[in-house]
């Protein structure tokens, strides 16, 4: 095994077209990052930054506040609001996982909100205390125009399971 | 009490690993083997508990014990046993011990094997396989237990937890949340397990490997033994992805299939090393190149494989998948980065011993098209993993947190799909050593004739999408060279033998499993291909609110709402259940009846669209909701999906080549069996 072990005569081409290959598919991640970057921000650095987001599309994830749902069905027009939740994960931890931060931020008169608008099918998920994560761009009006709608719901944690259940 | 004692088999089987792992790893170092087979013993034991402890989840899931929080969380009293049974992998605590209980299965399945020319590899792999398993089984017993009762607190607040908390009183409570109610969909219930086994397999070949190193074997013998192991990981895995696509594309109502979610990509990634492994295996038991190679893309499939599970339990990632962050996030990265860490300083500390036996020498040798094949999977997979952890990366360095959408994966894996279609046109007509681009050509020329065909007619008839064009070539090209090998083979049969055809393909295909195997897997995925870029290029979409009677139009397509009815059932839903007519070119061809089941032990709707599936396209209507004053008028979404449908039948195909790749080893075995009676052919 061990005669083999000279240096390979041809190698120099291989090792030209991996890196040739190397190359193209690390140019093809920093342009597709570049054309397909978009922040994620909460609501309140969505607000703090201002018009420093300038057109870019931007993600905002913030807490579905149940009673502002409004959905005209003849032109498929959501509309909600959403409250602002901590995006720390330390801070969320603390609160006691993500369906009582939601809860808490939800019930927060103070936190920062944002009215939400998204033409489309309404998701199924789409409920009070969901936590919501739209993609789009901030309008002149202040409203949020979504062109996608994530939602997500931790429904299986502690006090979810029905009222009654006490009795028992 | 059943709780009680499914938790003290849980604890039990992981003192069995931890028992087994050290008892291997002790005997094999002092050279006692009395030590080696008592940790075996142990590794055959964890089975059998595991079993136990399964069985009493699934007793107290199917019978409505809803004082166990896992059990309150995934069942109600609604649901059908088949589900409530299922729901052992509808939650984080169940899936982990359904996982840790698969595993233990494959391992002690695995040990049965007769170990004679590989005795001394046997304790590394028991050590291997039970650390693993006692590593899943400590995230259970710790952190997600699935026998935890639920308790009310003296405060009033509602706990989990194993034994009673001071003060706390037990809870009953009559009715479960239920499981969510888009998992209660039969790929939903397949798509899990098919993922896990294949996520599991996986252990197998990678603790093969660390065996061998460990006991500094230079062969291939562990790509040998765990050949079949390999590709059965690798059939679960791809079911399960295919699998989790159509349950996308029946169940979420979005007209799609793949949305690059990162739990999606999770669950890609391992599928990615693991087909890189598959392709660049073959190098070395020909030629006894790229031993090194095939120890990293085996120890990054495993890293992959926990990664993937982690991803999905963890909630580090935005997704419609995750659960929220949980304590078992740290353990697998502390787990992963270790074993990632001490199996790359074993391969390193190994470098040598595993020197190759040949040079690349020539650009179009079978080996240096492989080691191209390579490079694009693995192109795929950094491209892939770089999307998920680029939020975190970003979050790291500028303090922002910015993610990329579909249309970067798009972008980016795009033309490294394309790459690998046309690779996979060539390299099947390449020979091991030397292949000059004439002898390619030779073989190509007079497929790559009638491929040329297939851009001139779609041209023709008016499709100028380059997209479509070039991928519709390439895929042509691959299904060509591919039918044109099988074909060659049959008539060498033919003429030789004097077999007729079918004969002659039966004994071809026999003969050489894992080759054409491969083949009709390649056949597989062109047809996905075929599938893929028709719905991604000409889905057309359009959605309006219609009043009975009134008609919608896409295409050659008109349809009509005929009319609506809103009921209740006895199992706990409430259904709006439209009734649509499907009209092509003015002719009635279908009834169709979407509709919005609402859940109330959950309060979730699910909508679940109506679809006319032909084989050229399926018209898919979703019923978005009705009008909230007159009860009757309703709005739809409407898609045409072009061959979507070959996606299905790609998958279908592919999974029955991967199957005649697999089978390869059965045949061998009757071979060595009969084996004066056999001919020498059957090699």
């Keep these: 095994m061990t005669e083999v072990a000279k240096a390979n005569p041809g190698r120099w081409k291989f090792i030209l077209g991996g890196l040739l290959i190397v190359a193209a598919i690390v140019y093809l991640i920093a342009s597709s990052t570049q054309a397909a970057a978009q922040y994620y921000l909460t609501i309140d650095e969505l607000l703090a930054k201002g018009d420093a987001v300038g057109d870019r599309d931007i993600k905002i994830s913030g807490v579905v506040d149940g009673d502002t749902i409004q959905y005209d069905i003849k032109n498929l027009t959501l509309r909600f609001t959403i409250a602002n939740v901590p995006a720390d994960l330390d801070e969320i931890e603390k609160a006691g996982g993500l369906a009582e931060t939601l809860h808490i931020a939800l019930e927060d008169p103070q936190a920062t909100r944002l009215e939400v608008e998204y033409i489309g099918v309404m998701p199924d998920l789409l409920r009070d205390e969901a936590q919501a994560i739209v993609t789009g761009r901030m309008g002149e009006d202040g409203i949020f125009h979504a062109d996608e709608l994530l939602l997500k719901c931790p429904t299986r944690y502690e006090g979810d399971v029905p009222l009654q259940a006490e009795d028992g | ?127 291997v396989t039970m650390i693993t398993l006692a590593f899943f089984l400590s995230l259970v017993v710790f952190f997600e ?93 791809s079911l399960g992805l295919i699998l989790g696509g159509r349950w996308a594309y029946d169940v979420l109502g979005w007209g799609g299939y793949w949305g690059w979610d990162p739990v999606e990509i999770a669950a890609l990634l391992p599928w990615l090393a693991g087909t890189a492994f598959l392709h660049s295996v073959m190098v070395q038991e020909k030629k006894g190149m790229l031993k090194h190679w095939n120890v990293v893309l085996i120890i990054l499939t495993y890293a992959l494989v926990l990664f993937g599970t982690f991803l999905s339990r963890s909630g580090v990632l935005s997704s419609v998948h995750a659960f929220a962050k949980s304590a078992i996030g740290p353990m697998f990265f502390v787990f992963i980065g270790g074993t990632f860490i001490v199996s790359l300083s074993l391969l390193i500390n190994r470098w040598e011993m595993l020197k190759g036996e040949n040079f690349l020498t020539s650009v179009f040798s079978r080996e240096a098209l492989f080691l191209l094949n390579n490079f694009l999977f693995m192109g795929i997979l950094v491209v892939s993993f770089w999307g998920v952890i680029f939020p975190l990366i970003s979050e790291l360095i500028t303090g922002q947190k910015i993610t990329v959408g579909p249309p970067f994966y798009e972008r980016a894996n795009g033309p490294l799909g394309l790459g690998l279609l046309i690779l996979m046109a060539i390299a099947p007509l390449s020979a091991y050593a030397s292949t ?248």
Excluded: C
């Design chain 2, 145 to 237: 237990n699935p026998f935890a009762r639920l308790w009310l607190s003296a405060d009033g607040q509602q706990v989990t937890a194993m034994l009673q908390p001071t003060g706390a009183v037990p809870l009953n409570p009559p009715d479960g949340r239920g499981l969510n109610p888009l998992l209660r969909h039969p790929g939903m219930i397949i798509h899990p397990p098919a993922l896990y086994l294949g996520f599991v397999a996986y252990v197998i070949p990678y603790a093969f490997a660390m065996a061998a190193l460990i006991t500094r074997r230079s062969d291939d013998r562990w790509i040998r033994i765990t050949r079949r192991w390999t590709l059965v990981a690798w059939i679960f895995l």
């Design chain 2, 436 to 683: 000059t681009w004439k002898t390619i050509g030779r073989a190509l020329w007079k497929p790559a004739l009638v491929t040329l065909l297939v851009p001139l007619t779609l041209y023709f008839v008016g499709i100028r999408n380059p997209i479509a064009l070039l991928g519709y070539t390439a895929a042509a090209l691959v299904a060509f060279v591919t039918l044109y090998e099988f074909w060659r083979g049959v008539m060498a049969r033919h003429r030789q033998h004097g077999e007729n055809l079918p004969l002659a393909l039966w004994r071809l295909v026999g003969r050489n499993r894992r080759r054409y195997g491969g083949y009709i897997i390649h056949l597989g995925v062109v047809l996905m291909a075929f599938g893929i870029i028709g719905i991604e290029v000409y889905q057309t979409e359009t959605q309006a609110t219609l009043s009975r009677g009134e008609q919608v139009t896409l295409g050659r397509y008109v349809m009509t709402y005929d009319d609506i009815s809103v009921f209740d059932t006895n199992d706990g839903r409430n259904v709006a259940r439209a009734v649509v007519s499907v009209y092509q070119d003015g002719k009635f061809v279908d009834e169709l009846y979407p509709r919005k089941d609402y859940y109330y032990d959950s309060q979730q709707a699910v909508t679940i669209p109506g679809t006319r599936s032909m084989l050229a396209d399926d018209f898919y209507v979703i019923l978005v909701g009705l009008d909230p004053d007159s009860r009757s008028d309703a709005t739809f979404k409407v898609y045409h999906n072009p061959l979507v449908n070959f996606i299905w039948i790609g998958g279908i195909v592919f999974s029955l080549g991967t199957i005649v790749a697999v089978w390869v080893s059965s045949g061998r075995r009757r071979a060595n069996k009969t084996s004066s009676a056999t001919r020498s052919t059957r090699t």
């Design chain 2, 1 to 127: 009490m059943i709780a009680n004692i499914g938790y003290y088999v849980l604890v039990l089987t992981f003192l069995a690993s931890l028992y087994g792992a050290g008892a291997a790893a002790y005997g094999a170092l002092k050279n006692k083997p009395e030590f080696v087979e008592s940790g075996r013993y142990a590794m055959l034991l964890t089975g059998p508990l595991l079993t136990v402890a399964s069985a009493a989840i699934i007793w107290l899931l199917a019978t409505g014990h809803y004082e166990i929080g896992f059990v309150a969380s995934v069942t109600s009293n609604s649901m059908p046993t088949y589900l409530k049974v299922t729901a052992l992998w509808g939650g984080q605590e169940g899936s982990l011990v359904f996982w840790a209980w698969l595993m233990a299965a494959f391992t002690s399945a695995a040990s049965l094997r007769k170990w004679d020319r590989d005795r001394e590899m046997l304790p590394w792999f028991i050590m």
